[in-house]
């Protein structure tokens, strides 16, 4: 069994850029959450998608935006990159909603907006 | 708003002493408590959850105590050890919303 793993580790973008992450969830898991870490600081709530659907979404603009694909991966889109984007990435995968099952994280991806 | 939060920031402990976390939640619609454990370059690890029905829970050396009228929950780790010496994360949930966490307890743990 293969836990969740995301890429790229790193990131560098320039601000006003376009950036994709990409994360594979745990095998059997069929709900991926995403995360923003900034240094020093808990992980944010950005959205959770289930069975390729949008159910849950904290407080981010529409410039982040995502993916679910049929074998439950997901992607998170940014828009028009700014400095304070500068965080790291964390996706996390479960079995159903995060209040009933236990949320298995990644190792994240570091994103650099210069 | 910040709606979990955690204290103290930093946190040092003798080996074998008990190191306790503080958290404080204002949503009382809260029904999912866990306790992330992360260390540098990873991601947070799960270590211990309670749901608001029970007061207190243990697992090996860590408990979670929940207090549901005060709205407030902690983490105490017996017989602290070296390898306990991380960054640990408080946080809550309801229903199908995400987690909320708290900034965080830098935690070491001297030999």
């Known amino acids: 069994e293969t836990g969740v793993t995301q890429s790229p580790t790193h990131l560098i973008k320039t601000r006003g850029q376009q950036v994709t992450l990409r994360c594979s969830s745990q095998?059997?898991?069929?709900?991926v959450s995403w995360y923003q870490q900034a240094l020093g600081q808990g992980p944010q709530f950005i959205f959770q998608?289930?069975?390729?659907?949008?159910?849950g979404r904290g407080n981010f603009p529409p410039r982040f935006s995502g993916l679910q694909f049929p074998n439950y991966s997901s992607e998170l889109n940014v828009n028009a990159l700014e400095l304070d984007d500068s965080a790291l990435y964390l996706c996390?995968?479960?079995?159903?909603?995060?209040?009933?099952?236990?949320?298995?994280f990644g190792p994240g991806t570091r994103l650099t907006v210069l | 708003q910040q709606q979990v939060k955690q204290s103290p920031q930093s946190l040092i402990v003798q080996k074998g002493g008990i190191s306790i976390i503080n958290c404080a939640y204002e949503?009382?619609?809260?029904?999912?408590f866990p306790w992330y454990q992360q260390f540098p370059g990873k991601g947070p690890a799960l270590l211990i959850a309670?749901?608001?029905?029970?007061s207190e829970k243990k697992e090996g050396r860590f408990t979670i105590s929940f207090n549901k009228s005060a709205k407030q929950f902690s983490l105490h780790i017996m017989d602290s050890q070296p390898g306990d010496s991380a960054t640990y994360f408080c946080?809550?949930?309801?229903?199908?919303?995400?987690?909320?966490f708290g900034k965080g307890t830098h935690l070491i743990i001297q030999p």
């Open positions: 996390a995968s479960s079995l159903g909603f995060v209040g009933t099952n236990e949320q298995f």
């Open positions: 998608y289930y069975r390729e659907e949008e159910n």
């Open positions: 309670i749901r608001p029905d029970v």
């Open positions: 949503n009382t619609a809260f029904d999912y």
């Open positions: 946080a809550a949930s309801w229903s199908a919303d995400g987690l909320t």
């Open positions: 095998s059997g898991h069929n709900t």
